[in-house]
């Protein structure tokens, strides 16, 4: 598997606050497009996730704002697997000014699988292929 890059966000006039500082909330949309933009690259996005009969909700979030982001900058966010274990898995992101590398944000998401009826998956166990993917991201990831 190849090294995944980070994912670059252009921030919108609208994703800013009456001071012309980002807004909080957007750095969670963040590390949402940079989830998705990773699942996309390593072959299981949400859209084949769920053809496949697999949900993947978030379970808790948490974000530490080190620095402000402004109208126009761009910033690339890094993320890695930090764990898994084919039930659930947890992903962190690092935000940071790409003109700078200045650090503006960093956090984590964790998530589980889940059937539509609600019930908890084992990708190793009913999905051996994209158990593997995840592995091997672990193995990039150096988790």
């Not at 993947?56 to 274990?85: F, G, Q, R």
Request: with cysteine; aromatic share 12%; hydrophobic share 30%.
């Amino acid at each position: 598997m190849k090294e995944i890059k980070s994912y670059e966000h252009k921030v919108q006039y609208y994703e800013t606050d009456q001071m012309g500082i980002v807004h909080h909330s957007n750095y969670i949309r963040w590390f949402e497009e940079a989830r998705t933009y990773v699942l996309e690259e390593i072959g299981f996005g949400y859209k084949k996730m769920e053809e496949c009969g697999v949900m993947s909700p978030v379970l808790a979030v948490n974000a530490e704002y080190k620095s402000m982001t402004h109208y126009s900058d761009i910033v690339c966010i890094d993320t890695k697997l930090a764990s898994y274990n084919g039930i659930k898995l947890q992903l962190d992101y690092v935000i940071r000014d790409k003109a700078t590398g200045e650090v503006r944000c960093s956090g984590y998401t964790r998530h589980c699988f889940l059937t539509p009826e609600g019930r908890p998956v084992s990708l190793k166990r009913s999905y051996p292929e994209i158990h593997r993917i995840f592995e091997e991201l672990m193995e990039i990831s150096g988790s």
